[in-house]
Every structure is written in structure tokens, then in C-alpha cells.
């Protein structure tokens, strides 16, 4: 796994990896919990033999606290380990709802204005500025989102340190 941080790194907003390593699910799993305990004052998480989520211990609980999520799986008879950093999948699916609701309802409103304008009709003349306000909703649902990550980078940065010093010593040389 190449650990140098790129510009991929800096734009996704959930960066994944994927490695393979020599050992079983169950010894993997049993080294995570190692590391965790041993780190257990930086760290918590919940960990078995198929997913682990890690976080970062704080003294405060923002809504995009990031975690690491890792998924241990058997393919081609190796054990390959899937890691995504990210919020909580409630929080992720909670903005995906918002971007999408929004951007269903600028569609629904600026089409509700073209249609009018094509028929001359002046039943709907708060559609236009609707759909402005649906373009600003959106707008500040993705400042929310990259406020979210600003706030926690400190905390990307310290799981992304747990994933290289807890994962990356395993990991199969081809």
C-alpha cells in the first residue's frame, strides 16, 4: 500500500484502500485488538473477524467525527482487508438524503417555471426564486459537509496513522 498522500487523498472525501496479507481473518482481527488496546486511550472501536470500526477518542462529538471502517474478507484465497475512512454511515447517508431531496426539488421547481413560461401561464411565479432557494439549500448542505471535514482532518490523520502502524506491517508482498 502506498502510504504518500496525493491529490486524490486531498479531493475524496472518503478515501479507501485495499491490501492483502498472509495472515487469517482471525489472526488479523486478534493484531487489531492488540493495537487497540494498546493504543486504547487514543483510540476505541469494535472489532471481529470479518469488520472493525475505529474512531478517535475526544473529549467532544462533532456530527462528521470520522471513522475507520475495515471489512476483512477472503478472495482468491487471501485474506484482503478493505479500509474506508469516513463519517458514520448515518451521517453519510443523512447529506446523500439532503443532496438528493434538494436537487429533486430544484428540478421540480425550475421546471415548474419553464412550463410556465411556456404556456404563459402565471400560476406558479414563486417558482423561479423556490428553485433558487433549493440551489442555496444544496450549496449549504456541501459547506456543511466540508466543514464537517475540515473539523475532523486532525482526526483523518491520526486514523490514517492507526491503518499504516496497525495494518500496513501485514500487509503480502507480491
Known amino acids: 500500500m502506498n502510504t504518500e498522500e496525493t491529490t486524490l487523498d486531498k479531493i475524496r472525501s472518503r478515501p479507501r484502500f485495499k491490501m492483502f496479507t498472509h495472515l487469517s481473518k482471525e489472526e488479523y482481527a486478534q493484531n487489531l485488538k492488540n493495537y487497540l488496546s494498546e493504543h486504547k486511550d ?8 470479518e469488520v472493525a470500526t475505529i474512531q478517535v477518542e475526544t473529549e467532544y462529538d462533532n456530527y462528521w467525527k470520522p471513522r475507520l471502517s475495515l471489512r476483512i474478507e477472503i478472495e482468491d484465497e487471501q485474506t484482503a482487508i478493505r479500509g474506508v475512512f469516513g463519517p458514520s454511515s448515518a451521517v453519510w447517508t443523512f447529506f446523500m438524503f439532503l443532496y438528493f431531496s434538494f436537487s429533486i426539488l430544484w428540478m421540480t421547481f425550475f421546471t415548474m417555471h419553464y412550463v ?14 423556490a428553485s433558487f432557494m433549493m440551489l ?29 502502524e496497525s495494518t500496513l506491517q501485514f500487509e503480502k508482498k507480491n
Not at 42 to 49: A, D, K, L, T, Y
Not at 118 to 123: A, D, L, P, T, W
Open 136 to 164: 442555496l439549500c444544496i450549496a449549504l448542505t456541501y459547506a456543511a459537509a466540508r466543514f464537517g471535514q475540515h473539523k475532523g482532518k486532525e482526526e483523518m490523520q491520526k486514523l490514517r496513522r492507526f491503518a499504516e
Open 116 to 129: 410556465e413560461n411556456q404556456i404563459n401561464s402565471h400560476e406558479f411565479p414563486w417558482a423561479l426564486n
Open 42 to 49: 487514543e483510540f476505541s472501536g469494535n472489532i471481529n473477524h
